[in-house]
Protein backbone atom coordinates (compact mmCIF):
# COMPACT_ATOMS: atom_id res chain seq x y z
CA UNK A 1 0.00 0.00 0.00
CA UNK A 2 2.19 2.73 -1.34
CA UNK A 3 1.63 6.07 -3.68
CA UNK A 4 3.36 5.06 -7.07
CA UNK A 5 4.93 7.47 -9.41
CA UNK A 6 2.92 5.80 -12.33
CA UNK A 7 -0.19 6.82 -10.93
CA UNK A 8 -2.96 9.12 -11.62
CA UNK A 9 -2.44 12.94 -9.96
CA UNK A 10 -5.06 15.38 -10.00
CA UNK A 11 -3.67 19.16 -10.49
CA UNK A 12 -6.43 21.91 -9.74
CA UNK A 13 -5.27 25.81 -11.48
CA UNK A 14 -2.50 23.55 -13.54
CA UNK A 15 -3.32 26.24 -17.02
CA UNK A 16 -0.89 28.37 -15.45
CA UNK A 17 1.72 29.74 -13.13
CA UNK A 18 2.78 27.38 -10.43
CA UNK A 19 -0.03 24.61 -11.43
CA UNK A 20 1.49 24.43 -14.72
CA UNK A 21 4.39 23.90 -13.41
CA UNK A 22 3.22 21.18 -11.13
CA UNK A 23 1.49 19.37 -13.56
CA UNK A 24 4.50 19.12 -16.17
CA UNK A 25 6.41 18.13 -13.13
CA UNK A 26 4.15 15.23 -11.93
CA UNK A 27 4.19 14.01 -15.35
CA UNK A 28 7.99 14.07 -16.00
CA UNK A 29 8.01 11.13 -13.38
CA UNK A 30 5.81 9.17 -15.07
CA UNK A 31 2.49 9.98 -13.93
CA UNK A 32 -0.57 10.60 -15.72
CA UNK A 33 -1.94 14.16 -15.13
CA UNK A 34 -5.52 15.11 -15.23
CA UNK A 35 -5.30 19.51 -14.86
CA UNK A 36 -8.48 20.99 -14.00
CA UNK A 37 -8.91 24.37 -14.24
CA UNK A 38 -11.80 27.27 -14.75
CA UNK A 39 -9.60 28.72 -18.28
CA UNK A 40 -9.83 24.80 -20.08
CA UNK A 41 -8.18 25.88 -22.68
CA UNK A 42 -5.14 26.57 -20.22
CA UNK A 43 -5.34 23.49 -18.91
CA UNK A 44 -5.47 21.85 -22.46
CA UNK A 45 -2.24 24.08 -23.61
CA UNK A 46 -0.43 21.81 -20.78
CA UNK A 47 -2.12 18.98 -21.48
CA UNK A 48 -0.60 19.54 -24.76
CA UNK A 49 2.90 20.35 -23.70
CA UNK A 50 2.98 17.09 -21.80
CA UNK A 51 1.94 14.89 -24.64
CA UNK A 52 4.50 16.86 -26.63
CA UNK A 53 7.37 15.78 -24.93
CA UNK A 54 6.20 12.00 -24.17
CA UNK A 55 4.14 11.99 -20.84
CA UNK A 56 0.48 11.56 -20.18
CA UNK A 57 -2.05 14.50 -19.58
CA UNK A 58 -5.88 15.69 -20.16
CA UNK A 59 -6.92 18.80 -19.69
CA UNK A 60 -10.54 19.40 -18.16
CA UNK A 61 -12.96 22.23 -16.85
CA UNK A 62 -13.66 22.90 -13.66
CA UNK A 63 -14.68 26.16 -11.38
CA UNK A 64 -13.43 24.78 -8.13
CA UNK A 65 -16.05 27.37 -6.19
CA UNK A 66 -19.02 25.68 -7.85
CA UNK A 67 -20.24 22.06 -6.12
CA UNK A 68 -21.49 20.92 -9.49
CA UNK A 69 -18.17 21.83 -11.19
CA UNK A 70 -16.27 19.82 -8.90
CA UNK A 71 -18.56 16.81 -8.94
CA UNK A 72 -18.82 17.27 -13.11
CA UNK A 73 -15.00 17.22 -13.05
CA UNK A 74 -14.77 14.61 -10.70
CA UNK A 75 -16.65 12.29 -12.80
CA UNK A 76 -15.38 13.04 -15.95
CA UNK A 77 -11.89 12.41 -14.49
CA UNK A 78 -12.23 9.41 -12.74
CA UNK A 79 -14.57 7.66 -15.91
CA UNK A 80 -11.50 7.97 -17.64
CA UNK A 81 -8.89 7.33 -15.26
CA UNK A 82 -10.17 5.77 -11.90
CA UNK A 83 -9.34 7.04 -8.71
CA UNK A 84 -6.42 9.71 -8.25
CA UNK A 85 -3.79 8.75 -6.04
CA UNK A 86 -2.45 12.42 -5.50
CA UNK A 87 -4.93 15.29 -5.18
CA UNK A 88 -2.86 18.93 -5.60
CA UNK A 89 -4.93 21.64 -4.78
CA UNK A 90 -3.29 24.40 -6.08
CA UNK A 91 -6.10 26.92 -8.10
CA UNK A 92 -6.57 30.11 -6.33
CA UNK A 93 -7.05 34.01 -6.93
CA UNK A 94 -6.17 37.00 -5.23
CA UNK A 95 -6.33 40.57 -5.53
CA UNK A 96 -4.56 43.04 -4.06
CA UNK A 97 -6.44 45.87 -1.58
CA UNK A 98 -6.81 47.13 1.61
CA UNK A 99 -9.48 45.79 3.63
CA UNK A 100 -11.04 48.88 4.67
CA UNK A 101 -11.78 48.80 0.69
CA UNK A 102 -13.14 45.88 0.25
CA UNK A 103 -16.96 44.18 0.14
CA UNK A 104 -18.40 40.97 0.96
CA UNK A 105 -19.23 39.91 -2.44
CA UNK A 106 -15.17 40.22 -2.68
CA UNK A 107 -14.48 38.19 0.79
CA UNK A 108 -17.29 35.62 -0.74
CA UNK A 109 -15.27 35.15 -3.70
CA UNK A 110 -12.06 34.70 -1.91
CA UNK A 111 -13.12 32.36 0.58
CA UNK A 112 -15.07 30.72 -2.23
CA UNK A 113 -11.70 29.83 -4.45
CA UNK A 114 -9.27 29.74 -1.87
CA UNK A 115 -10.59 28.30 0.91
CA UNK A 116 -14.01 26.46 0.11
CA UNK A 117 -12.58 25.62 -3.55
CA UNK A 118 -9.60 23.28 -2.04
CA UNK A 119 -12.34 21.41 0.18
CA UNK A 120 -15.08 20.72 -2.16
CA UNK A 121 -12.43 19.22 -4.13
CA UNK A 122 -10.73 16.98 -1.60
CA UNK A 123 -14.13 16.20 -0.51
CA UNK A 124 -15.36 14.84 -4.09
CA UNK A 125 -11.66 13.34 -5.32
CA UNK A 126 -11.30 11.89 -1.05
CA UNK A 127 -13.54 8.80 -0.54
CA UNK A 128 -12.53 7.29 -3.99
CA UNK A 129 -9.00 7.25 -3.26
CA UNK A 130 -9.71 5.78 0.20
CA UNK A 131 -11.73 3.01 -1.72
CA UNK A 132 -8.70 2.59 -3.97
CA UNK A 133 -6.50 1.49 -0.65
CA UNK A 134 -3.58 2.04 -2.80
CA UNK A 135 -2.92 4.67 0.58
CA UNK A 136 -2.22 8.74 -1.04
CA UNK A 137 -1.48 12.03 -0.89
CA UNK A 138 -3.24 15.43 -0.96
CA UNK A 139 -0.61 18.78 -1.11
CA UNK A 140 -2.62 21.37 -0.84
CA UNK A 141 -1.22 25.31 -1.69
CA UNK A 142 -1.11 27.72 0.85
CA UNK A 143 0.61 30.63 0.85
CA UNK A 144 3.36 32.23 3.02
CA UNK A 145 0.17 35.16 3.55
CA UNK A 146 -1.80 31.93 5.57
CA UNK A 147 1.52 31.88 7.60
CA UNK A 148 2.12 35.34 8.54
CA UNK A 149 -0.37 37.14 7.15
CA UNK A 150 -0.06 39.69 4.39
CA UNK A 151 -0.75 43.87 4.20
CA UNK A 152 -3.35 43.93 1.16
CA UNK A 153 -4.58 40.24 1.36
CA UNK A 154 -6.26 40.62 4.72
CA UNK A 155 -9.13 38.31 3.71
CA UNK A 156 -6.66 36.19 1.66
CA UNK A 157 -4.64 35.50 4.28
CA UNK A 158 -7.70 34.34 6.31
CA UNK A 159 -8.52 31.85 3.33
CA UNK A 160 -4.93 30.36 3.57
CA UNK A 161 -4.68 30.53 7.13
CA UNK A 162 -7.52 27.87 6.61
CA UNK A 163 -6.13 25.76 4.68
CA UNK A 164 -3.48 24.65 6.60
CA UNK A 165 -5.62 23.90 9.27
CA UNK A 166 -8.32 22.43 6.81
CA UNK A 167 -4.81 19.91 6.12
CA UNK A 168 -3.47 19.64 9.72
CA UNK A 169 -6.98 17.86 10.56
CA UNK A 170 -7.34 15.96 7.19
CA UNK A 171 -4.18 14.78 7.89
CA UNK A 172 -5.17 13.53 11.31
CA UNK A 173 -8.47 11.27 9.96
CA UNK A 174 -6.85 9.74 6.76
CA UNK A 175 -2.96 8.85 7.80
CA UNK A 176 -4.96 5.53 8.99
CA UNK A 177 -5.69 4.86 5.46
CA UNK A 178 -2.03 5.96 4.20
CA UNK A 179 -2.94 9.14 2.61
CA UNK A 180 -1.02 12.15 4.15
CA UNK A 181 -1.84 15.46 3.59
CA UNK A 182 0.34 18.33 3.77
CA UNK A 183 0.68 22.17 2.32
CA UNK A 184 3.15 24.53 0.56
CA UNK A 185 3.32 27.66 1.23
CA UNK A 186 4.92 29.46 -1.35
CA UNK A 187 6.92 33.26 -0.73
CA UNK A 188 6.36 35.49 -3.91
CA UNK A 189 6.43 33.58 -6.92
CA UNK A 190 6.72 34.89 -10.76
CA UNK A 191 3.35 34.24 -12.19
CA UNK A 192 0.61 35.67 -13.84
CA UNK A 193 -1.01 36.32 -10.69
CA UNK A 194 1.63 37.89 -9.19
CA UNK A 195 2.66 40.20 -12.34
CA UNK A 196 -0.71 42.04 -11.59
CA UNK A 197 0.92 43.34 -8.56
CA UNK A 198 1.92 46.83 -8.10
CA UNK A 199 5.53 46.91 -9.81
CA UNK A 200 6.89 48.82 -6.70
CA UNK A 201 5.79 46.19 -4.51
CA UNK A 202 7.49 43.14 -6.78
CA UNK A 203 11.06 45.32 -6.64
CA UNK A 204 10.61 45.92 -2.60
CA UNK A 205 9.57 41.80 -2.36
CA UNK A 206 12.89 41.04 -3.96
CA UNK A 207 14.90 43.35 -1.91
CA UNK A 208 13.58 41.67 1.35
CA UNK A 209 14.01 38.34 -0.26
CA UNK A 210 17.72 36.83 1.26
CA UNK A 211 18.03 34.73 -2.06
CA UNK A 212 17.34 38.17 -4.04
CA UNK A 213 14.47 36.62 -6.40
CA UNK A 214 11.43 35.84 -6.15
CA UNK A 215 10.92 31.94 -6.87
CA UNK A 216 9.90 30.21 -9.59
CA UNK A 217 7.02 28.02 -10.26
CA UNK A 218 9.33 25.16 -10.33
CA UNK A 219 10.68 25.97 -7.01
CA UNK A 220 7.48 25.45 -5.72
CA UNK A 221 7.34 22.16 -7.70
CA UNK A 222 9.88 20.40 -6.35
CA UNK A 223 8.17 21.32 -3.04
CA UNK A 224 5.01 19.33 -4.06
CA UNK A 225 6.84 17.01 -5.67
CA UNK A 226 8.27 15.64 -2.50
CA UNK A 227 4.90 15.57 -0.51
CA UNK A 228 3.76 13.67 -3.40
CA UNK A 229 6.34 10.99 -3.58
CA UNK A 230 6.65 7.68 -1.95
CA UNK A 231 9.69 9.53 -0.39
CA UNK A 232 6.94 11.56 2.00
CA UNK A 233 4.99 8.45 3.53
CA UNK A 234 5.63 9.36 7.12
CA UNK A 235 5.55 13.09 6.90
CA UNK A 236 1.88 14.30 7.26
CA UNK A 237 0.08 17.31 8.60
CA UNK A 238 3.06 19.73 7.63
CA UNK A 239 3.56 23.37 6.26
CA UNK A 240 6.28 24.12 4.15
CA UNK A 241 7.14 27.58 3.44
CA UNK A 242 9.33 28.08 -0.22
CA UNK A 243 9.76 31.65 -0.39
CA UNK A 244 13.51 31.73 -0.89
CA UNK A 245 14.01 32.69 3.43
CA UNK A 246 11.92 35.37 3.12
CA UNK A 247 9.76 33.86 6.18
CA UNK A 248 12.04 31.74 8.68
CA UNK A 249 9.11 31.34 12.16
N1 LIG B 1 2.26 33.69 -7.23
C1 LIG B 1 2.49 33.89 -5.94
O1 LIG B 1 3.27 34.77 -5.56
C2 LIG B 1 1.84 33.00 -4.91
C3 LIG B 1 2.30 33.12 -3.59
C4 LIG B 1 1.71 32.32 -2.60
C5 LIG B 1 0.71 31.44 -2.94
N2 LIG B 1 0.30 31.34 -4.24
C6 LIG B 1 -0.76 30.36 -4.52
O2 LIG B 1 -0.30 29.46 -5.50
C7 LIG B 1 -1.40 28.97 -6.25
C8 LIG B 1 -1.13 29.17 -7.73
O3 LIG B 1 -0.99 30.57 -7.95
P1 LIG B 1 -0.34 31.17 -9.29
O4 LIG B 1 0.53 32.28 -8.86
O5 LIG B 1 0.21 30.08 -10.13
O6 LIG B 1 -1.67 31.79 -9.93
P2 LIG B 1 -2.06 31.99 -11.49
O7 LIG B 1 -3.12 33.03 -11.48
O8 LIG B 1 -0.83 32.22 -12.28
O9 LIG B 1 -2.69 30.58 -11.87
C9 LIG B 1 -3.84 30.13 -11.16
C10 LIG B 1 -4.58 29.13 -12.02
O10 LIG B 1 -5.77 28.76 -11.29
C11 LIG B 1 -6.88 28.86 -12.16
N3 LIG B 1 -8.08 29.18 -11.41
C12 LIG B 1 -8.41 30.37 -10.84
N4 LIG B 1 -9.64 30.29 -10.30
C13 LIG B 1 -10.10 29.03 -10.53
C14 LIG B 1 -11.31 28.37 -10.22
N5 LIG B 1 -12.31 28.99 -9.59
N6 LIG B 1 -11.43 27.07 -10.58
C15 LIG B 1 -10.43 26.45 -11.25
N7 LIG B 1 -9.29 27.04 -11.60
C16 LIG B 1 -9.11 28.32 -11.23
C17 LIG B 1 -6.52 29.97 -13.15
O11 LIG B 1 -7.28 29.88 -14.34
C18 LIG B 1 -5.04 29.72 -13.36
O12 LIG B 1 -4.80 28.80 -14.41
C19 LIG B 1 -2.63 29.72 -5.75
O13 LIG B 1 -3.30 28.93 -4.78
C20 LIG B 1 -2.03 30.94 -5.09
O14 LIG B 1 -2.86 31.47 -4.10
C21 LIG B 1 0.85 32.09 -5.23
Known amino acids: MTVTLDSLAVVTGGGAGIGRAIAIGLAAQGRTVAILDVRAELARDTAQEII ?18 VIAARDAVVAKYGPCQVLVNNAGWEEIHRFTETSSDFW ?7 LLGPIAVTHAFLQGMIDA ?12 AGRVGSSGEVVYSGA ?9 ALAREIIRFDITSNCVCPGPTDTPLLRDAPEKLTTALKGAIPARRLAQPEDIM ?10 SSYITGQTLSVSGGLTMA
Open 52 to 69: ASGGKAEGFYVDIADMDS
Open 108 to 114: QKILGIN
Open 133 to 144: GHGGRVVNISSD
Open 160 to 168: KGGIIGFTK
Open 222 to 231: NAVRFFASPD
